[in-house]
């Protein structure tokens, strides 16, 4: 049975934060940051291997969670909103800030979010929310 599910890649904003704050892992396709366009044409390479400025490389959104993890000692995750009452489920995301012996910083990253939780829908999909939390974190927290 062949797999069906389509990558969901940063967007190009996100992937211009990603590159600024040392995003640096293999990947095969990139943003051309004259055009903003998608490409996949190029060399499997990294942030650090490009001259010049004039691409970034284009990573899935899961590839950026992990890199949040690993070397940020950031959690995100989206949640179905099982509280909301009407026929269509909504989303929310949730952060989590642990410091480098997995104690959490104690700090509320959600206060947004958890407002949703209820009748009030969030996002439509998990991707959506997962967005919206990588653009919270790379705007707010890490600067």
Sequence with gaps: MKNNIEP???TFEQSVLLKEKRFDVELKTVYNLKSESAESH???MKNSDIEHGTICTRPEQWQVIEWLRVNHNIELSAQVNFYNKKAKLGYFYTIDKFDSNDIHDG???NEEQMNLIGDKKGFNTPQQAISAAID???KELLK
Excluded: E, V
Aim: aromatic share 34%; hydrophobic share 25%; with cysteine.
């Design 107 to 109: 700090k509320d990253y």
């Design 8 to 10: 969901t890649y940063c």
């Design 136 to 138: 919270y974190i790379l």
């Design 42 to 44: 190029y060399p499997i």
